[in-house]
């Protein structure tokens, strides 16, 4: 079984590195038996339950009703959930190599995995790594670019940069504003160094090699088979993002003229975001002609003065169009769907399941816009999710793997079609398909400009926990992946006095970033079985599976799994198959990459 494959990684890896403290195979202790074992899982059930419940309410409670006391609520209880889990974490080596019924051995092997960040054993250690952590976080957030040096006032936060990046067109600007977002980053390249140093002595004593290995093995496959398999998907998606590449470069250099080179990697501050990993914003500028869908779902949802409630309304109803049960009394009377006028909320949007059972909620600032009407339908998938699972044991209430999740919600989001609208009573006939490269255009530059940023953030991550890539080099290993992967190059030379992978909220906040790029793939995998399932014969980007109760079947089926199985057998349970496969992609863009093909004859690709 796949579920033991990973744990033998673990311990070579672990064995190689000489690490006394690890018992491998039947070096546990000789004491511990299976009912201790069952005991020990009881025990871990029912405290993270408890646990669990009182951080689901501080934690809602802290970002439906922001003050002090109520973010000191929600630190103590995320802090408590967190002890918890270490200490379990580092018991549950104690049955390592105990012959236990597979579920349970399951269980065991995945407590040791939940934790993104080790604290070691040494308290000193452990409260500096915790120190360094948050601390970490907390450059970042405060993180603001002063445009006057000296002067308090004027001082850009990211929200005032991100726009800045998404609505000028001045190079000058953009570039002032990249580089001015950069420079929160350099302070924490030392502390960086010394988190790298302390989680990754955490790492080992249970037993990885490094806190890269340790987040590779949740895929229960060997971390570097893992690697492999996403250099693979990569490989299938590449020569649709070399051809969005080209097409863009082509299109900004008749805009910004020598800021952008005709051939060559793209500038990484003239692509509509921070990062370069989002290029909807740049739509205006290589939007196709004459490929405007001709309709407006914001315009719709104004216009019949639908509100938050009845949109919610709307979503759910797709979910019970394929057979799933109605959301209970509780999520409408607990979620928060506006805007609350009396106090501080944190309107970003999100799902919750606050007592890891029925009590599902989602959390949005609703407007009456087809972002928001889109983001209900994949909030919602979380919810769903979360209820498919909620009868399994608490080590279980998770997905597949940390990709599914998301792709869930999108994949549900690739159903919200113009033909979809059109059976809900919203629009009264679908543009036809003479409109589809401006729909595609759109989608390619959010979800196919996504993918290798996606990939690389960790990549660069696992060569620095593996030691591959020494502090002194950190920065020229990041801009070596991003030209690799993305093609992006920075707007000025950037020694190694910055440290720019820390201007990426995920890396101070010690986030992992491959689930991203997962779900990236995952979601039109799962929209080509749903809507193959659902006898979908349009092309793929504009089928929906609302009101197909076979797809609804071969949905819950994977959802009601949670995270007890392998994933490549929840993959199954959807798709038919246990291999992740990005053809699906290219399926969905068949023909954007055909009218590319178009643009881009006698033009030069790649970089
Ligand atoms: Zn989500």
Not at 61 to 82: F, G, K, S
Not at 173 to 196: C, K, N, Q
Not at 535 to 542: A, D, V, W, Y
Request: net charge negative; proline share 5%; with cysteine.
């Amino acid at each position: 079984m796949t579920t033991t494959l990973w744990r033998h990684a673990a311990c070579a890896a672990a064995l190689i590195a000489s690490m006394a403290a690890v018992s491998c195979g039947g070096a546990s202790t000789p004491r511990a038996t299976p009912e201790e074992a069952k005991r020990f899982l009881d025990d871990v059930d029912q405290t993270l339950k408890r646990l669990g419940l009182a951080q689901g309410q501080a934690g809602w409670v802290a970002q439906t009703y922001i003050t002090v006391d109520t973010e000191a609520l929600d630190a103590r209880a995320t802090q408590q959930i967190i002890e918890a889990v270490a200490r379990f974490a580092k018991e549950a080596t104690r049955f390592d190599g105990l012959e236990v019924p597979t579920d349970q051995r399951r269980q065991l092997d995945l407590l040791k995995l939940s934790l993104v960040m080790v604290t070691p054993e040494d308290p000193a250690e452990a409260e500096e790594l915790t120190k360094i952590a948050t601390g970490l976080r907390s450059t970042y957030g405060r993180g603001k670019w002063c445009p006057e040096a000296g002067e308090a006032e004027g001082c850009l936060n990211i929200d005032d940069i991100t726009r800045i990046m998404a609505e000028s067109r001045s190079e000058r600007e953009l570039r002032r504003a990249w580089e001015g977002w950069h420079t929160i980053s350099p302070p924490m390249r030392g502390d960086y160094a010394r988190f790298v140093e302390l989680s990754n002595t955490g790492a080992r004593e249970l037993g990885f090699a490094d806190t890269g290995a340790m987040w590779r093995a949740k895929y229960d496959m060997a971390p570097d088979a893992f690697t492999k398999e996403l250099d693979r998907l990569w490989d299938q998606v590449r020569p649709l993002y070399i051809k969005l590449h080209a097409y863009v470069r082509l299109k900004l250099h008749e805009k910004y003229g020598a800021a952008v080179p005709e051939t060559g990697p793209l500038p990484a501050h003239l692509l509509g975001n921070i990062w370069a990993q989002d290029w909807s914003n740049v739509y205006p500028l290589v939007a196709p002609a004459s490929a405007d869908v001709g309709f407006s779902l914001t315009d719709i949802l104004k216009r019949r003065k639908m509100d938050a409630m009845q949109m919610v309304r709307a979503g759910e109803r797709f979910y019970t169009s394929v057979g799933l049960e109605p959301l209970p009394a509780t999520f409408w009377e607990r979620s928060l769907f506006v805007r609350p006028r009396d106090r501080e909320v944190v309107c970003h949007a999100s799902a919750w399941s606050i007592d890891l059972e029925s009590d599902v909620r989602i959390k949005m600032c609703i407007q009456p816009t087809e972002e928001d009407f889109t983001t209900i339908h994949h909030e919602l998938g979380h919810n769903f999710y979360q209820r498919a699972y909620q009868a399994l044991p608490v080590l279980f209430r998770d997905s597949a793997n940390d990709g599914f999740h998301e792709a869930i919600g999108d994949t549900i989001a690739l159903s919200v079609t113009p033909e979809y609208l059109v059976r809900i009573g919203l629009l009264d006939k679908a543009p036809d398909t003479s409109r589809d490269i401006g729909l595609l255009m759109g989608r390619a530059l959010e979800k196919v400009a996504f993918l290798p940023f996606g990939l690389l953030i960790d990549q660069w991550r696992w060569q620095v926990f593996a030691g591959d890539v020494a502090p002194a080099d950190y920065n020229k290993a990041w801009w070596a992946l991003r030209l690799k992967y993305q093609g992006v190059a920075p707007p000025s030379a950037r020694g190694d006095e910055f440290f720019d992978p820390g201007a990426k909220y995920h890396v101070p906040d010690n986030t992992p970033y491959t689930r991203y790029f997962l779900a990236a793939i995952l979601q039109f995998q799962f929209h080509r079985a749903l809507s193959q399932a659902a006898g979908c014969t349009t092309p793929l980007h504009r089928c929906s599976v609302y009101e197909s109760r076979d797809a609804g079947q071969r949905l819950n089926a994977m959802l009601s799994m949670g995270l007890s199985r392998p994933w490549p057998e929840a993959l199954e349970a959807l798709t038919g198959t246990r291999e992740m496969d990005a053809s699906a992609i290219l399926d969905y863009f068949a023909p954007l990459d055909r009218w590319l093909d178009e643009q881009l004859q006698g033009k030069t690709t790649g970089w």
